[in-house]
């Protein structure tokens, strides 16, 4: 197993995601072929039943689609699909918890948004 991988996570889906952080982030681009099972195998250093785990998730998803005898290829759409799911998480995973907390101690949305500027270095 490769130490690049974080023990709290199956590897599985660190495979996955690490295909739709290339994708997001324009590295794989929509139409473009995907790395194959067996390139991801020799990259990774993992089994190869673990690749094909997190690849089919993406293919059951409609992110990813094969071409019989070519390959794996980034669907059309996939992008913004990955972009709305991870925006949908980031409200739950932190948006929510930080409304609820600004809220228990007073904070105003005017006073989150000048929080978050100053975290981003904007005067504000």
Not at 10 to 20: D, K, L, N, Y
Not at 33 to 46: E, G, H
Not at 89 to 102: C, I, P, Q, R, T
Request: aromatic fraction near 6%; charged fraction near 30%.
């Amino acid at each position: 197993m490769s130490s690049a991988f974080d023990s709290n996570k199956p590897i599985f889906i660190q495979v996955r995601e690490s295909i739709e952080d290339q994708i997001v982030n324009d590295q794989l681009k929509e139409g473009e072929q995907a790395p194959s099972t067996n390139q991801l195998v020799d990259f990774y250093k993992i089994n190869h039943a673990t690749v094909s785990k997190g690849i089919n998730q993406l293919v059951e998803e409609g992110i990813l689609f094969k071409k019989r005898g070519i390959g794996m290829f980034v669907a059309e759409g996939a992008k913004k699909t990955l972009v709305n799911q991870r925006k949908e998480a980031f409200v739950d995973n932190f948006v929510k918890g930080l409304v609820m907390e600004a809220e228990k101690l007073g904070i105003t949305e005017e006073e989150i948004i000048h929080l978050i500027k100053n975290a981003k270095g904007i005067d504000g």
